[in-house]
């Protein structure tokens, strides 16, 4: 993974900001490079960021999606399960759904 230095003055990718694999630096030039300074100078930091767990996944959804579409048409193996798996059952009554009301 690659450190991100966001180049905003907000952002809705607050979960990356809390795991520390995104940096929002801003709009402002000098903090701009400031930042990017600081990644390429100490990279005690930037392996920081690097290590970091990233909550957006590992970069690799792409070839996940092609190994279940090449199971789905009998032309592979089932891919392994990647993340937390989430039964529908458990997402309708997570959504306020009760049990009773069944899949839909």
């Given at each position: 993974m690659k450190p991100v230095l966001v180049c905003?003055?907000?952002t809705e990718r607050h979960e990356g900001l809390r795991a520390g694999?995104?940096?929002?630096?801003?709009?402002d030039p000098q903090a701009i490079e400031q930042n990017a300074l600081?990644?390429?100078?100490h990279p005690e930091e930037r392996a920081r960021m690097v290590d970091a767990v990233n909550p957006f996944g590992d970069g690799h959804a792409a070839e996940r999606i092609v190994a279940a579409f090449e199971h789905l048409l009998g032309e592979g193996p089932a891919p392994e399960q990647f993340?937390?798996?989430?039964?529908r059952r458990e997402v309708l009554e997570f959504a306020g759904y009760g049990a009773e009301q069944g899949p839909r």
């Open positions: 905003r003055d907000v694999t995104l940096r929002l630096v801003g709009t600081e990644l390429l100078d993340g937390p798996s989430f039964s």
